[in-house]
């Protein structure tokens, strides 16, 4: 018999990720209680990870701006440097 494919909200998706999170239960066992795959538990809990990831980076956008300046001064740095060995 082939499989059908079950269709679930956001809101369910978020749930299951929540409930994962917490521990207490491995993947599998959620999955199978849920009735989905696996793949689909895993692919919402990087999709819910993502989203939150950026929402923090939105937030805080200090770590970036921290980033982009210590690239800029390696950069510069490494400039100099070649510039002095010529």
Request: charged share 30%.
């Amino acid at each position: 018999m082939p499989k059908t494919r079950k269709n679930v909200d956001e809101n369910f998706k978020v749930a299951a990720v929540q409930r994962l999170q917490t521990g207490g239960v491995s993947a599998n066992d959620l999955a199978k209680e849920l009735g989905v795959s696996i793949w689909s538990l895993r692919r919402w809990y990087n999709i819910v990870r993502e989203r939150r990831r950026e929402q923090v980076q939105r937030a805080n956008p200090l770590p970036r701006l921290k980033s982009w300046r210590l690239s800029q001064a390696v950069n510069q740095y490494s400039r100099r440097r070649s510039s002095r060995a010529d």
